[in-house]
């Protein structure tokens, strides 16, 4: 199809209201994934055709990043994809470290709302959200 007839496409689709205008959908696209809390989607046109790509895991060691995580915070969270849980003890032996770091990475990880808690304070574990 010639891009003319791609702007003729476009605008029997505006008057039927199917679309507001053209290129509008990416931007909605864009701002329903930030609202989601989902990483931006990539955006790729070859030969005239537009191919858009939503990644729906928002737990990538990347985007993680992004929010803010070191590294072994970052671990922690992969680690809780795999074993679908972690506890302090679970941080404490992976990484080596005190109690006390083990609870501040956990306690900023739930207030970033990346993990859950579940049961007693004493024994609870976290989940992914």
Not at 17 to 25: A, K, N, P, V
Not at 45 to 57: G, L, R
Not at 76 to 100: D, P, W, Y
Request: glycine share 8%; charged share 30%; net charge positive.
């Amino acid at each position: 199809m010639e891009k003319k007839e791609y702007n003729r496409l476009a605008k029997i689709f505006y008057y039927a209201g199917f679309i507001e205008s053209w290129g509008h959908g990416t931007i909605i696209i864009v701002e329903n994934c930030i609202k989601q809390g989902l990483p931006e989607p990539d955006f790729v046109e070859e030969y005239e055709v537009m191919t858009v790509t939503v990644y729906k895991d928002k737990w990538t060691g990347e985007n993680l990043k992004n929010l803010g995580l070191n590294k072994r915070q970052i671990k922690a969270v992969l680690f809780v994809k795999e074993r679908g849980k972690i506890t302090n003890k679970n941080i404490r032996g992976l990484f080596k470290v005190s109690r006390e770091t083990a609870t501040r990475d956990l306690i900023f990880l739930l207030e970033k709302d990346i993990l859950l808690s579940f049961g007693s304070k004493r024994a609870g574990a976290l989940q992914s959200v």
